[in-house]
């Protein structure tokens, strides 16, 4: 069992690494405005292609948890924010179901600041509400939020999930749990799914020290019923209430930032042992203007540092002979003040701290997409 864990987890996160050919020059297709009947098919890749992330995600994720090398990593964070990002993934997921409406149910004198491993709570949620989406095809899915209180700093946060969908069988019931089922398979076999994603919330659930229940009646609905412990972050103890209502009164001026999202003087280096990779990310940072060189080793790079400055420096970790860390600690000697951001397959909930950690002012997981190419060199390039 330890070895089927360790190869899984080697192979979803290889996996990722040619994903994130197929998707880039997907994105780089689909930006060059092609031919409608180029676009629908380039548009099936990109659909395809998220699917098989979410996937590769999930049993890299369940192959973390058998072979005990899942952490959590507890921060102080705001629940009502929480709660609005899974509504606006709601409101995405909903978009061409107009017979399916989502509402969101808080008790608003929940406290608003708390501590836990808010990453893998909303992977629970966005879970279950993803699948609450794809079997409920008329009525309504309810996000309710309520919690109970423990002890002063300890309360037991209660999550319950409620859709008018499908439903399931009295006898799908006692396996939903159990990777690779899937209930009503007859039914459902048109629908995408391996039966991974219920499987990964009870393991989370269970190492967040939570329960997880469900009720269903087949041919009416589902309800999921998830609860964790959470503790009060330090500092002043408002309610949901309290904070919306501080919200309502913040009235930020929104300047209108009209520069375009160009730096014909920068210079960036990309570096990575896969060729197409970097023709990806060649591609991708083509709008920017900048002076674009590549390197497809930690060797060359160092060579191309010696001869010349690069403002932005791009590292895949994963190379063979010299590795991205290592590359980075010479790299550093020769340009000091370029900015790093590691290349990396790991996208895990603590993989940019990790990677600041060892000398990186940043990372960016594959696969990755133009927007979050764009966003690195905003942070870290002067207008």
């Known amino acids: 069992n330890k070895a089927k864990s360790n190869f899984l987890a080697s192979t979803s996160h290889e996996i990722r690494t040619p994903m994130n050919a197929i998707l880039g020059i997907n994105e780089m297709i689909l930006n060059e405005n092609p031919e409608p009947e180029a676009e629908n098919a380039a548009l099936a890749i990109k659909s395809a292609g998220e699917y098989l992330l979410a996937l590769v995600n999930n049993i890299l994720d369940i ?13 102080d964070y705001h629940l009502w924010e929480l709660l609005k990002e899974c509504e606006d993934d709601m409101s995405d997921r909903l978009s061409d179901k107009s017979s399916v409406k989502f509402s969101l149910q808080v008790d608003k004198n929940l406290p608003e600041h708390l501590h836990g491993d808010v990453l893998r709570l909303k992977q629970i949620l966005v879970n ?8 409920t095809l008329n009525g309504s899915i309810i996000l309710d939020v309520r919690a109970e209180k423990l002890s002063h700093n300890d309360l037991l946060l209660h999550f319950a999930i409620i859709d008018t969908g499908i439903g399931m069988h009295d006898e799908d019931l006692a396996k939903i749990f ?13 629908i995408l799914g391996a039966g991974l994603g219920l499987t990964l919330v009870k393991s989370i659930i269970d190492i967040m020290n939570g329960t997880i229940a469900v009720k269903s009646s087949y041919g ?15 500092g002043e103890v408002k309610s949901i209430q309290e904070y919306e209502e501080f919200l309502s009164k913040q009235k930020p001026v929104q300047e209108i930032d009209d520069t375009p999202n ?7 280096l990309v570096v990575d042992d896969t060729p197409v990779n970097l023709v990806v990310a060649k591609g991708m940072l083509k709008v920017s203007e900048a002076d674009i060189t590549t390197a497809e080793s930690g060797e060359e790079a160092l060579e191309l ?13 994963k190379m063979p002979g010299m590795d991205g860390i290592e590359t980075l600690g010479h790299a550093k000697k020769y340009s000091p003040n370029s900015k790093f951001i590691a290349l990396t397959a790991n996208s895990g909930a603590n993989a940019r701290n990790e990677y600041i950690t060892l000398g990186f002012d940043d990372y960016l997981p594959k696969p990755f997409n133009s927007n979050e ?8 390039l002067p207008k």
């Open 220 to 234: 009416k609905g589902t309800s999921f019923t998830v609860s964790i412990p959470q503790k009060l972050a330090n």
């Open 63 to 75: 192959s973390k948890i058998e072979a005990g090398k899942m952490d959590l990593y507890q921060t």
């Open 178 to 190: 159990e990777p690779f089922e899937r209930a009503n398979i007859l039914e459902t076999r048109h």
């Open 373 to 380: 190419m764009m966003k690195i060199l905003k942070s870290y």
């Open 262 to 268: 160009v730096w014909p003087n920068a210079k960036i």
């Open 128 to 135: 279950l509400l993803s699948n609450a989406a794809k079997y």
């Open 305 to 317: 540092m010696k001869k010349s400055h690069y403002d932005l420096v791009f590292i895949d970790h």
